[in-house]
């Protein structure tokens, strides 16, 4: 629900996106406040206790602008359709003011909370969980833009094996 258009940019593209863009890089890129100007609830559910929920909004009030969103989802294991396989749930945020008709600044951030039922190839069941997050901050006046960003993983340490190698 909050994204506007997805870019694919074949070969390198490390001048634009980094020197590790060497093989493409897949932009995603999110819906603006003045996109969204309201709010957007959604609820899927499915086969396995599977459930997708989120709750987004965005409004642009003279030169504030700001966008919310929450959500989870969560679905049972896929051999086990009574056990939990994996659950997550998010939540980011982006305010922005227009310091003029050609300059601006904004920050965003949000976190992501997982928790995941993992298997390879018949070498057994693992726990992986942890906390994702992010924090952006950018600036721009006429055709110069500045950004900076700070992004964090908290992984637990793997769990012990659930279930051993199977047959």
């Known amino acids: ?3 506007d258009r997805i870019e694919v940019v074949e070969g390198p593209a490390s001048a634009v996106y ?13 819906k ?3 996109q969204l100007q309201g709010g957007k609830v959604t609820y899927t559910g499915g086969e396995r206790s599977t459930q997708q929920g989120s709750l987004l909004y965005g409004k642009k009030d003279g030169p504030v602008a700001y966008r919310l969103n929450g959500g989870w989802s969560s679905a049972n294991q896929f051999d086990h359709a009574s056990s939990l ?22 920050l965003s951030g949000g976190f992501n909370n997982y928790n995941s039922l993992n298997s390879v190839n ?7 969980k942890g906390l ?9 006046y006429k055709g110069l833009r500045l950004r ?5 993983a908290r992984p637990s340490p793997p769990s012990d094996l659930v279930s051993g190698p199977s047959n």
Do not use: C, K, M, R
Request: charged share 15%; net charge negative; no cysteine.
């Open 1 to 3: 629900d909050e994204i």
């Open 18 to 30: 980094g020197p590790n863009a060497v093989s493409g890089v897949i932009n995603i890129i999110t």
């Open 32 to 34: 603006t406040p003045e």
């Open 85 to 106: 396989g994996t659950e997550a749930g998010l939540f980011n945020g982006l305010v922005s003011y227009d310091l003029s008709d050609n300059s601006g600044i904004s």
């Open 122 to 128: 018949g070498f057994g069941l693992w726990v992986d």
């Open 132 to 140: 994702t997050s992010f924090t952006q901050a950018d600036a721009h």
């Open 148 to 152: 900076t960003y700070w992004n964090g």
